[in-house]
Structures are given as C-alpha cells and as structure tokens.
C-alpha cells in the first residue's frame, strides 16, 4: 500500500471519527455527560479538516496536504422491538482536495460532480471516495449505550474494484465502525461533572493493513459558556500521548522496528448542550513529531514523521431535516 493510500485512510477514518464526535448526549441541570438516544432529532453537520504530513524515509522526504469539507446528517429517536436505539448517520456532501508526493493531485467535489485525478494509477482511489457520497451507516445501540452493530451501505461499494474496496474496507468494517463509536461514546465521562473536573480517553485511528495509531486523549470540564446567547457547556480536549503499532500480518511489505512518536502540539475544545442533549462543536488540532523505523527485506529503513491534524465540526444552522 502506498503511503498516498495510507494518508486516504486517515482521512477517512478522521472524517468518521469527526462526525461521531457529533453524537448526541445526554444532558440534565446538573450536567450529567452521558450518551442519551431516546429524544427524536434529525440534524447536520458540517466537518472541515485539513492535514499535512512530511514522511522521511531512508533520508528522502515526501509531502502530502489534503484539505476537505463534509456535511453528514445525523437521525436518532427509533427503536427495535428490543428496545435498542436505531440511529442512522448520511452522507450528505463531500469536497476533498489532496496534494500527493511528486505532485499527484485527487479532487472529489460531489456539489458539482467533480471526481478526478492527474494520475490514472489512483484513479481507484477516487472511486473509492466517490463512493462515500451515498454512505449510510446505520446503528444499533443498547440502553446503556453499548454498540450493538453497525452497517455501512452504498449503492456503489459493491460496483467498485479490488484495488478501491481496499482503500475502505477497513475503516468501513463493522469492527472499525463498532469502536469508533463506541470510543466516541467513551470520549465523556458518563457522569456529573463540575468545573475542574479530569477524565481520559482513549482513540485509537484504524489506518488499514494493521496500521494504527493510539491517542491518549485528556479531557477537563471548564463550565458553561455563552455562545451567540446560549448556554453550552465547554469541554478542553488534549491529546498527551500517541503510539504507532503495526500488526505482524500486516500485508505491508515493510516491518517495523521502532517508532517514537511524541505530541508536539495538541488542544481544542466540544461545546455541549444541555437542552439538546448533545454535543453541538468539535475544534481540535494535534501534531505529532518524532522517528518511525521499518525493515524492508530484512534491511533498516529509518523514518521520521511529522503530522499535523486540524479539525472543526459544528451544526449546520436551519439545515433542511
């Protein structure tokens, strides 16, 4: 896999990880911080991400730069026989934008239909995220708030080729889906904060082909803020460690030896709201800096990283429900 495809991937995975993030939950007086499905609502949301990284190799390096922007639409309020909670999260619109090495461009704009690469050989690559324009997933989640199933659906995704159902089998799994979510759900305490108040997460980013990076992630409740006239309840996010891991039957032809990655940077902030139940804004950025060392055919292959995240996603205002 090229490290084109493996920088798809974590957009991919951010985008899900970006809108889960988004996910309602629960809200009473005393700012109880809980997933809470049970109240009917419909709303969207619009994503802005960008990511830069520069990938140095045996001495050689290699930038890429995407930008992107997404709309998803989020539905809550049914349940199954069983009581469990059925929530559905569309794809409403999507517009990428990527900067590969050796100047390999992708742009996919699914306002005005755009779907095109200078690069024939990563002409599955814009099949494959042509094929998100259509996502569906939907989920099944218990009363306490366990991920029961999810499900992906595209009318495309089985119209495309080998080589593009890679670029997003593994972020489109039900395993993948399942513990984005589900870490999502952990990202708050589950209940009563005060100001002051410290829990951590953990985030762990499916980059595919056993590739996966994990975050620690710290959270503080800072207390109610006035945004635009409404009470929200402000929550500071910071990322405190990472670890890069790749799986042993990895299809990779690289092995890794070490890695030693560190936070160079990291902070942002969620807004919740009390009265809707949910999580109204997400705002973070994280850079990640330090050495990742491969062996190829049993030969070193000394790396260095430096990767950058920047994040934001807020409700859409009067958006059509």
Known sequence: ???????????????????????????????????????????????????????????????????????????????????NFLLTLEQVSQDIHMQLPQGMTIDVDS???????NTPLLQFIVDALKALDQLTVKLAVSPEGKVLSAKAESPTLDNLSAEAKRVIASQLSEASLKRSVQQQFELLPGRVVKPGDF?????????????????????EYVGPVDVSG????????????????????????????????SIEESGGELLFDAD??????????????GDINFTINDQPLPGKLDLTFDTQSNDVPNATK
């Open 1 to 83: 896999m090229s490290w084109g495809e493996t920088i798809v991937r974590k957009v991919i995975s951010l985008s899900t990880i970006a809108v889960l993030c988004l996910l309602p939950f629960a809200a009473r007086a005393d700012v109880k911080m809980a997933p809470d499905f049970s109240r009917p609502d419909s709303f969207v949301t619009a994503r802005k991400m960008a990511v830069t990284q520069t990938l140095t190799l045996g001495g050689v390096a290699t930038d890429t730069k995407i930008e992107s922007m997404a709309q998803q639409r989020f539905t809550q309020g049914k349940r199954d026989a069983e009581g």
């Open 111 to 117: 306002a005005n239909g755009t779907a095109e690469t």
């Open 199 to 219: 829990w951590k997460a953990q985030i762990d980013l499916d980059l595919g082909q056993g590739q996966l990076l994990t975050f620690t992630q710290q959270c």
């Open 276 to 289: 809707a139940g949910r999580v109204v804004s997400v705002k973070a950025r994280t850079r990640i800096t």
């Open 230 to 261: 409404k009470t929200l309840h402000r929550v500071n996010i910071k990322d405190t460690d990472v670890k890069f891991s790749l799986a042993e039957n990895s299809e990779l032809p690289l092995k890794l030896a070490d890695s030693d990655l």
